[in-house]
């Protein structure tokens, strides 16, 4: 420490500090002294800073000690601090020199005695049933016959075996395991998080979601369990839309998770047999089922069948049915031919009787009086309104007929304007009005020439003039006739019989 000295002042031998170096000195006396401590006491005012790092108190009836415990550390506490609650915080003693405190950095948080762990539970039960989350009416029904279950639990313990073997006893399902942490400070989030991963997946995706699902661990102390008392995991199983079994301890154990899932079953095995019926049992149920459908089907037939014969026995027979209408038959088949003579006879008498009234003189007065009638009859009958009717009828056709005329001759004198029209068009774009300035059309055969070394290469040529065509012949490789002509003439040597002037 004599580093640390200063001169005295004269008359006095009393060291003298600055603050920091006091303050460093108190701190290293502290943390040198006390080294890593565990304290008892209740746990005061609990928070939790933007940084992430945890503030609280602990105290006694009479002291207050403050603790601190590190974003980084909190993750590795198996008991997150909630103020009233009886715990053993275990850390170093330090100094934080710029306010002049000291305070116990906790890296573990234990609560003291299972009195204090269920007096936290007994207030979360409390806290969660007034929200509503442990009503009746809120729990979802479950399958019958799922086709997937979800398993969440640890995959190495004997829990998964037992469920898999009675599933596989009773009903063989498809089986999705989540491993977890069952005990432990990871045990809550990662229960949690696999309820929540479950309800995430797809309905008959690559990897479908499960119709059930099974939340299960052995049994323990309150310590091993208090995992599924967080309320984390108890708001994560109320918000599954899955419907959820909780399987968690033995009988005797109550975890939170079992107030709020849909199911409790008291062991592991008793959650696989909530979860599927026996495949058996189900089968000699279907079997027993289809043979009493059978029996009431024959006992049905059987009854209508006795009933059917009882009604029969009042019918009478056939035969006997019959014997009357053709005794009757018989009888008017007797009687018809004389009756058919009487008819015949009746009718002549009748006949004779109505021609001997009629006489020449009566049907003349019979004639001429339906005579009378018609001629008045066609007396009444008028045909003036149906002329008249017929006049005008033929004076509308007339007109119309005179506009349709009328219609039609404009209609074709406008198209034959337009075909004229057409006309003058075409033959002035048309190249026999150029061929009237003095322009002519060169074909050999039906090939049209445009250049000189084509017409030299065919014999027979055609040109077109405005008049008319004209054919030509020519060699073949000879120049045209005009090329010839203006060819100028060579001149004749000097004849020897006529001498120089010069």
Same mark, same amino acid.
């Given at each position: 420490?004599?580093?640390?000295?200063?001169?005295?002042? $004269?008359?006095?031998?009393? $060291?003298?500090?600055?603050?920091?170096?006091?303050?460093?000195?108190?701190?290293?006396?502290?943390?040198?002294?006390?080294?890593? *401590?565990?304290?008892?006491?209740?746990?005061?005012?609990?928070?939790?800073?933007?940084?992430?790092?945890?503030?609280?108190?602990?105290?006694?009836?009479?002291? =207050?000690?403050?603790?601190?415990? #590190?974003?980084?550390?909190?993750?590795?506490?198996?008991?997150?601090?909630?103020?009233? +609650?009886?715990?053993?915080?275990?850390?170093?003693?330090?100094?934080?020199?710029?306010?002049?405190?000291? &305070?116990?950095?906790?890296?573990?948080?234990?609560?003291?005695?299972?009195?204090?762990?269920?007096?936290?539970?007994?207030?979360?039960?409390?806290?969660?049933?007034?929200?509503? +989350?442990?009503?009746?009416?809120?729990?979802? /029904?479950?399958?019958?016959?799922?086709?997937?279950?979800? =398993? *969440?639990?640890?995959?190495?313990?004997?829990?998964?075996?037992?469920?898999?073997?009675?599933?596989?006893?009773?009903?063989?399902?498809?089986?999705?395991?989540?491993?977890?942490?069952?005990?432990?400070? &990871?045990?809550?989030?990662?229960?949690?998080?696999?309820?929540?991963?479950?309800?995430?997946?797809?309905?008959?995706?690559?990897?479908?979601?499960?119709?059930?699902?099974?939340?299960?661990?052995?049994?323990?102390?309150?310590?091993?369990? #208090?995992?599924?008392?967080?309320?984390?995991?108890?708001?994560?199983?109320?918000?599954?839309?899955? $419907?959820?079994?909780?399987? *968690?301890?033995?009988?005797?154990?109550?975890?939170?998770?079992?107030?709020?899932?849909?199911?409790?079953?008291?062991? /592991?095995?008793?959650?696989?047999?909530?979860?599927?019926?026996?495949?058996?049992?189900?089968?000699? #149920?279907?079997?027993?089922?289809?043979?009493?459908?059978?029996?009431?089907?024959?006992?049905? =037939?059987?009854?209508?069948?006795?009933?059917?014969?009882?009604?029969?026995?009042? +019918?009478?027979?056939?035969?006997? +049915?019959?014997?009357?209408?053709? %005794?009757?038959? !018989?009888?008017?088949?007797?009687?018809?031919?004389?009756?058919?003579?009487?008819? *015949?006879?009746?009718?002549?008498?009748?006949?004779?009787?109505?021609?001997?009234?009629?006489?020449?003189?009566?049907?003349?007065?019979?004639?001429?009086?339906?005579?009378?009638? #018609?001629?008045?009859?066609?007396?009444?009958?008028?045909?003036?309104?149906?002329?008249?009717?017929?006049?005008?009828?033929?004076?509308?056709?007339?007109?119309?007929?005179?506009?349709?005329?009328?219609?039609?001759?404009?209609?074709?004198?406008?198209?034959? %304007?337009?075909?004229?029209?057409?006309?003058?068009?075409?033959?002035?774009?048309?190249?026999?009005?150029?061929?009237?300035?003095?322009?002519? =059309?060169?074909?050999?055969? !039906?090939?049209?020439?445009?250049?000189?070394?084509?017409?030299?290469?065919?014999? &027979?040529?055609?040109?077109?003039?405005?008049?008319?065509?004209?054919?030509?012949?020519?060699? /073949?490789?000879?120049?045209?006739?005009?090329?010839?002509?203006?060819?100028?003439?060579?001149?004749?040597?000097?004849? /020897?019989? %006529?001498?120089?002037?010069?």
């Amino acid at each position: 420490m004599s580093d640390l000295l200063d001169d005295p002042v $004269p008359g006095q031998n009393t $060291p003298e500090y600055t603050v920091s170096e006091i303050s460093g000195e108190v701190k290293r006396t502290l943390e040198g002294s006390f080294g890593r *401590v565990r304290v008892r006491g209740e746990v005061g005012r609990v928070f939790r800073a933007r940084s992430g790092h945890l503030y609280y108190d602990i105290k006694d009836d009479r002291n =207050v000690l403050a603790c601190t415990t #590190w974003k980084g550390q909190i993750a590795g506490l198996s008991v997150e601090p909630e103020e009233g +609650l009886e715990v053993v915080v275990t850390g170093r003693l330090t100094a934080f020199g710029a306010q002049s405190k000291y &305070n116990l950095n906790v890296d573990e948080v234990a609560v003291a005695g299972q009195g204090a762990l269920m007096a936290l539970l007994e207030k979360r039960k409390k806290q969660l049933e007034s929200e509503g +989350l442990f009503a009746p009416e809120r729990k979802k /029904p479950l399958p019958y016959l799922p086709q997937i279950i979800g =398993v *969440v639990t640890s995959p190495s313990g004997a829990v998964i075996r037992d469920i898999l073997h009675r599933l596989r006893d009773r009903f063989p399902r498809k089986v999705l395991i989540w491993p977890v942490a069952v005990q432990g400070a &990871n045990c809550a989030p990662e229960v949690s998080r696999a309820i929540q991963g479950f309800n995430a997946l797809t309905p008959g995706g690559a990897l479908p979601r499960p119709d059930l699902l099974i939340v299960a661990r052995g049994g323990g102390s309150i310590e091993d369990l #208090w995992g599924f008392n967080e309320e984390s995991v108890a708001r994560a199983a109320a918000a599954s839309d899955i $419907p959820l079994i909780s399987a *968690v301890g033995h009988e005797t154990d109550t975890t939170l998770i079992d107030f709020v899932s849909d199911r409790r079953a008291p062991t /592991p095995t008793a959650a696989a047999e909530l979860a599927v019926p026996v495949r058996m049992e189900l089968l000699a #149920w279907t079997g027993e089922q289809g043979a009493r459908l059978s029996r009431a089907a024959t006992d049905a =037939v059987q009854r209508r069948s006795q009933r059917l014969r009882d009604l029969s026995r009042a +019918l009478p027979r056939a035969d006997s +049915l019959l014997d009357s209408p053709r %005794q009757r038959l !018989d009888q008017v088949s007797d009687r018809l031919p004389s009756a058919l003579i009487r008819g *015949v006879q009746t009718r002549r008498v009748k006949l004779l009787d109505i021609s001997g009234h009629l006489r020449p003189s009566t049907l003349r007065s019979l004639v001429e009086t339906r005579h009378d009638r #018609w001629r008045n009859l066609s007396s009444r009958l008028s045909l003036r309104p149906i002329r008249r009717e017929l006049d005008t009828r033929r004076d509308t056709l007339s007109r119309l007929s005179d506009r349709l005329t009328t219609a039609q001759t404009t209609r074709l004198d406008r198209l034959r %304007q337009q075909v004229e029209a057409t006309d003058r068009l075409r033959e002035t774009l048309s190249y026999k009005a150029t061929l009237e300035r003095g322009y002519a =059309v060169v074909r050999a055969g !039906d090939q049209l020439l445009t250049r000189k070394a084509d017409a030299e290469q065919h014999t &027979n040529l055609e040109i077109q003039f405005a008049d008319g065509r004209l054919s030509t012949r020519q060699s /073949p490789g000879s120049e045209p006739a005009s090329a010839q002509k203006s060819a100028p003439k060579k001149s004749k040597p000097d004849s /020897p019989d %006529q001498g120089s002037l010069f």
